[in-house]
């Protein structure tokens, strides 16, 4: 039964005040959670069904929406995707912003957002980049609502910022699908929004268009920011624009790495640890000396990268956490990370573009 | 929390007075940023606290806080265009779109390669270098004249 609305607004107080005022360096920019309580939205009644939008209210539970309810029946139309079968196994769903340019499906996508997207939607002056936001979370709520058995509305999920802004999923306390912990991941350029999403392991994602140019030089760019031995290998590559591709393919699995780590640009600055592309074992990663200074204790070698061209336009790079290579000693090579990637219109059509010629594995 | 009623306190003086010269004791390091009244959030940062945030509802106030703790005023206004058109080279932003001393560089569609060619610009401009950790906390062009000039000044003490 979903609750009243006098339900809600008692609710609402007592959680208002509980609420303490919380430090957080990162808050200012923290625009997914507001930091009190948004006050009851006002009950919309419909064909007799009482549609209530879900409240922002901590330690309230989220009521699930029930298939066939006016409303829910749209995402129960998004059809369910083959299940991740082990932590090493991520599903990646793009869409492309290019192509969606139908209004009515667009509004339908803003609808599923909650009022602090969109309101940062509508900070957004540029009209491409406020679309940008709204596809970006659209994408997210939809995909995650097929990995909880597309029994959860893609409106009800609530997200949070861990301590370096990081954005998780807040489940509800009392969820069963909290026992095996989604995680997932977006990275968008302005062609591509892709959400990469993960069991039991943490994840980062990025991607980047193949034919971005740099406004400075590869080199001094990658001397500022990247490890020497990075830099000697880029070095040695001749062709100024297969340097720039491999300078984009070493941008993209690093900014993967720092993203999956969480902890922020400043938590693993790209110049402590190198990326090695061309090993016999895949794709390696390494702390350097750098490293050992105090305060990188947290970088952390157990992690599995994975670099994918896509459609022949931009590279995707994926890490994800190892736990079992704990166990592994350095010589053993990492078991592959199992990719699947979809191209999806959410609520329209879903295709699967791994093992086509749209997907094309790099390392 | 007496520091943070004393950080209120003074927002509201200097609320009232914006012009005025700092009035905050040596010790106590405070920088208090540009609010924007459609947002109303007040940021806070101490070397005594970690960084506090206030949102309260949107009001129709807007006001200007310019003073830093050291007595300076804002960053200067060339420091400020300086930085706009590096960002603009960069982000190869539009004739029509203004870039502003409140521009978020978020808004104006940077990306993180953006962010770091828009810092080596700045670092080649200014001759200073920028740690991962300031780097991290620039969110608008205000951010990052404000940064450069601490940079600077603290480069020739």
Redesign the interface.
Known sequence: MPPTARAISQAWRAARSRIRMRHHHLLLRCRAMPLLPLPPRTLRVSGGLVHHRLIRCHGMPIPRRTPGVSGGRLFASLPLPPPLQSPREVHVWYLCPDELNNQSQLNMYEELLSPSEREYADSMKATMLRKDVVLSRALLRTTLSRYTGCKIDPRSFEFKKNKFGKPEVLWPLDDSTAEQPLHFNISHTTSLIACGIAINAHIGIDVEEKKRNTTKNILSLARRYFTPSEVDSLAEISDSDAQRKEFLKLWTLKEAYVKALGMGFSGAPFSTFSIMLETSKGIRISKTSNASRPGYDHLSENWLFTLAELNSSHYMSVCIEDSSRSQAGPEDSPAPVGLKVWKTVPFVEDTLVSGTEAVKLIA | MPAFVLQLYIAMCLQSDPECPALLDSRIHLEVANVISSRS?V?FRSQK???????SRPSSLRFKICCSATGEAQAKKETVDKVCMIVK??LAVPDG?PVTAESKFS???A???DT??IV??L?EEFNITV???S???I?TVQDAADLIEKLVTEKTA
């Not at chain 2, 606290?49 to 949102?55: N, Q, Y």
């Open positions: 959030s940021s606290m970690s960084f506090v945030s206030i949102r080279k960069q779109t808004e104006l569609g990306d993180s390669l770091v060619e080596m610009g670092e740690d991962e950790t780097a991290q906390d969110a």
